[in-house]
T-cell receptor, first 112, second 112 residues
Framework: DAKTTQPNSMESNEEEPVHLPCNHSTISGTDYIHWYRQLPSQGPEYVIHGLTSNVNNRMASLAIAEDRKSSTLILHRATLRDAAVYYCILRDHLGGNTPLVFGKGTRLSVIA | KAGVTQTPRYLIKTRGQQVTLSCSPISGHRSVSWYQQTPGQGLQFLFEYFSETQRNKGNFPGRFSGRQFSNSRSEMNVSTLELGDSALYLC???????????FGPGTRLTVL
């Protein structure tokens, strides 16, 4: 499985933007970049995913480097509710359904 | 639309016993995946079912098994429980291949 590297932890002030980095230097052409997060005492929840172009949804934006070897999840205005562990996952969409392979993720703390 | 439900939410068993956990996916979702989460190993994929067939299996011993019924509900079974099986067991459903996965709240299993 293709691997991702994320910082163990990050801290942000409330109402400020947060940029969560992810390195995936061995990404293959059919790997999509998925982000999930897990709030305390809850199951993970989907945040966003993309292949090559930058993506936006109501929760976040995903910026993907031109060479696809790294990406950044952007929370535009962090709230206390965004404190969670964020997982960057590569998922091969070729050849059928593939399971999510979670790494250690980045623990985001939001300070009021 | 109701989310993924898992029962029971908490369970205490002793070594050597067996346990069955249940998962009801979101209505219309045909894929159900199971994950184990422990502090040491993080989130690990157990198996995935689609239309009553196991499509993917993680690297777990044969004591871990599962099945899916015609209504897409799924159960997982762990036989001959060991202390190391203490974990949060998460179920996730999705409509089809490589769609986002929707996680349930999990079943917290404690083996004494």
């Amino acid at each position: 499985d293709a691997k991702t590297t994320q910082p163990n932890s990050m801290e942000s002030n409330e109402e400020e933007p947060v940029h969560l980095p992810c390195n995936h230097s061995t990404i293959s052409g059919t790997d999509y970049i998925h982000w999930y997060r897990q709030l305390p005492s809850q199951g993970p929840e989907y945040v966003i995913h993309g292949l090559t172009s930058n993506v936006n949804n109501r929760m976040a934006s995903l910026a993907i480097a031109e060479d696809r070897k790294s990406s950044t999840l952007i929370l535009h205005r962090a709230t206390l509710r965004d404190a969670a562990v964020y997982y960057c996952i590569l998922r091969d969409h070729l050849g059928g359904n593939t399971p999510l392979v979670f790494g250690k993720g980045t623990r985001l703390s939001v300070i009021a | 639309k109701a989310g993924v439900t898992q029962t029971p939410r908490y369970l205490i068993k002793t070594r050597g016993q067996q346990v069955t956990l249940s998962c009801s996916p979101i209505s219309g979702h045909r894929s159900v995946s199971w994950y184990q989460q422990t502090p040491g190993q993080g989130l690990q994929f157990l198996f995935e079912y689609f239309s009553e067939t196991q499509r993917n299996k993680g690297n777990f011993p044969g004591r871990f098994s599962g099945r899916q019924f015609s209504n897409s509900r799924s159960e997982m079974n762990v036989s001959t429980l060991e202390l190391g099986d203490s974990a949060l067991y998460l179920c996730a459903s999705s409509p089809d291949f490589n769609n986002e996965q929707f996680f349930g709240p999990g079943t917290r299993l404690t083996v004494l």
